[in-house]
């Protein structure tokens, strides 16, 4: 049985106890066309300790291990033995990775980058092994399960209500946008902005279909009064979590609140399917303030690198 196969037992087994973005199925989606793999951390009595999937990309003779699009987070999933004790899982932890970073090792990567996923705060063992970190900030509503709490918690001045009270009967609701459609959307968007979409519309419909199919995916949009789409967003879930993913605006809106108000719709639509609502956080100044203004908390999650060849590093730095 290969690591990948054994993988996807555990993730079976498991269930949401893994991360939606660490679970075999998201990384058979997101990875398509490429190849993937995982990292398992086994123990003498043959017990999982830990796992790390990766995406492996080579190039000119180097390898690169690199976040999958559309993945916020990826980086090791622990296993903890039942009734494991605070004090003993640093010690649980620099095992279970140390077994990890030998295959890593093993693979001959030359630059190293995943976000690892907010549950994971102890990267010790990944600093000692030549690993270097930063720490970044996504937004989080830790509990939409009660909207109406939520509704109550945006913006302290109650600007936010307000408009969108003043707009809701502006708008429709869709509830039926077509993956293709929403892709199409999102590509005007970025057409109108004077840039090129960065996701083609081949991998965005692969995407959301396939969690559409899995009852994880969830595309919502706003109609005007002549029936013209002025925002879209598309959000992925699992039972712990809802991530915003992709959102769009049409080319000749000026919004006027309508993103506010479908970010209320969607908490709405998602309430009764998970705990949090994840806005994909972006380090930018005016949208930091935009998303806490919904009652978002910071959440840190944290960045690994390691480059072992400088030409790696130089060409990863310009492409950005």
């Known amino acids: 049985m290969t690591p990948k196969e054994k993988y996807r037992q555990?993730?079976?087994t498991e269930g949401s106890k893994i991360p939606l973005f660490q679970q075999y199925w998201w990384m058979e989606t997101v990875c398509i066309g490429k190849k993937w793999d995982v990292a398992l951390a086994i123990d003498d009595k043959g017990s999982t300790l830990a796992a790390l999937p990766y995406l492996l990309r080579k190039h000119l003779g180097m390898n690169f291990i690199l976040q999958p699009q559309l993945t916020q987070f990826n980086g090791?999933?622990?296993?903890?033995?039942?009734?494991?004790?605070?004090?003993?899982?640093?010690d649980f932890e620099k095992r279970a990775a140390g077994l990890l970073i030998d295959q890593l090792d093993n693979l001959h990567i030359d630059y190293f980058h995943q976000h690892f996923s907010p549950e994971v705060t102890n990267w010790l063992p990944y600093y000692w092994h030549g690993f270097k970190q930063t720490t970044r900030y996504t937004y989080r509503i830790a509990d939409i399960t009660d909207p109406d709490r939520v509704f109550d918690n945006f913006d302290r001045s109650k600007e936010r209500q307000r408009r969108i009270r003043q707009i809701i009967n502006q708008y429709t609701l869709d509830r039926e946008i077509s993956p293709e459609a929403f892709a199409e959307f999102h590509e005007q968007y970025w057409k109108s902005r004077g840039k090129n979409d960065l996701l083609t519309k081949d991998f965005m419909v692969h995407v959301m279909k396939r969690a559409i199919e899995r009852q994880q995916g969830l595309v919502l949009g706003l109609r005007d009064g002549n029936g013209a789409l002025q925002t879209a967003w598309f959000a992925v879930y699992d039972e712990r979590c809802s991530h915003a993913l992709l959102s769009a605006m049409s080319p000749a809106s000026r919004d006027n609140g309508a993103t506010a108000l479908l970010i209320w719709h969607m908490i709405q639509a998602l309430s009764p399917l998970t705990k949090a609502f994840d806005f994909e956080g972006s380090?930018?100044?005016?949208?930091?303030?935009?998303?806490?203004?919904?009652?978002?908390?910071q959440v840190p999650y944290m960045?690994?690198?390691?480059?072992?060849?400088?030409?790696a590093f130089l060409m990863i730095r310009a492409k950005h």
């Open 10 to 12: 555990i993730c079976e």
């Open 76 to 90: 090791p999933v622990y296993f903890y033995p039942k009734d494991m004790s605070e004090r003993r899982r640093p």
């Open 283 to 297: 380090m930018d100044e005016t949208t930091e303030y935009f998303y806490r203004s919904f009652g978002a908390g």
């Open 303 to 311: 960045r690994i690198t390691r480059c072992t060849n400088p030409v």
